[in-house]
């Protein structure tokens, strides 16, 4: 069946370090690629998102990589700071979005 | 704009009797999508409402529903409940829908529910 696997499940690393989170996906339809951020007691917030005719999209400190062909795709921070610290959820879907089980991100100061 | 709405925001409940959470999606806001989260088994997809309609479904059983009122406010009623319903339940609004396969979903703050 349809599933999204995400790794790692845990990532820590010190202020002003980069965090690189990648998922893979089974889904050949899908062609809607959100992450999402979730901190303590909040439901999770969309963060940034890559369509399927995009290879990257950059906002910021976040890009998104996605390579259809090997149906890989990664988020990408840069400069991390110790907000940045939440479970980052990647999803794919076409009629319904799936979510890979999650990383919990730790930035150290 | 004011984001998505759920209430209540806490719920205890006792095993065999039955729930009713809801949703307010952003104005404007044609698609409500509900999801279930535990630690287990992460986000999991429940349905999802648009005009009035359940266009998809996961794979929970029948005892999870829903519906979508014509201002897509949505209500996800939980009958018979059992200790494993304990969860954390969110709905998700967007405005076309997923059917479209593309557009942004935005996430309520969530119900907490607590099944003993």
């Known amino acids: 069946g349809e599933n999204v696997e995400q790794h790692p499940s845990t990532l820590s690393v010190q202020e002003g370090d980069s965090a690189v989170i990648k998922c893979t996906y089974s889904?050949?339809?899908?062609?809607?690629f959100p992450w999402y951020k979730q901190e303590l007691g909040k439901g999770p917030q969309l963060i940034i998102d890559?369509?399927?005719?995009?290879g990257e999209k950059k906002d910021q400190r976040i890009a998104v990589t996605l390579n259809k062909t090997a149906k890989h795709f990664s988020l990408h921070i840069t400069e991390t700071q110790p907000e940045d610290s939440a479970v980052y959820f990647c999803?794919?879907?076409?009629?319904?979005?799936?979510f890979g089980a999650g990383t919990r991100l730790a930035v150290h100061p | 704009k004011a984001g998505v709405t759920q209430t209540p925001r806490y719920l205890i409940k006792t095993r065999g009797q039955q729930v009713t959470l809801s949703c307010s999606p952003i104005?404007?806001?044609?698609?409500v999508s509900w999801y279930q989260q535990t630690p287990g088994q992460g986000l999991q997809f429940l349905f999802e409402?648009?005009?009035?309609?359940?266009?998809n479904k996961g794979n929970f059983p029948g005892r999870f529903s829903g519906r979508q009122f014509s201002n897509s406010r949505s209500e996800m009623n939980v009958s018979t409940l059992e200790l494993g319903d304990s969860a954390l339940y969110l709905c998700?609004?967007?405005?076309?829908?997923?059917?479209?396969?593309?557009?942004?979903?935005?996430f309520g703050p969530g119900t907490r529910l607590t099944v003993t």
């Open positions: 409402y648009f005009s009035e309609t359940q266009r």
């Open positions: 104005s404007g806001h044609r698609s």
């Open positions: 889904d050949s339809a899908s062609n809607y």
């Open positions: 998700a609004s967007s405005w076309a829908g997923l059917v479209a396969g593309d557009v942004e979903q935005y």
């Open positions: 890559i369509r399927s005719n995009v």
């Open positions: 999803s794919n879907g076409y009629n319904k979005l799936i």
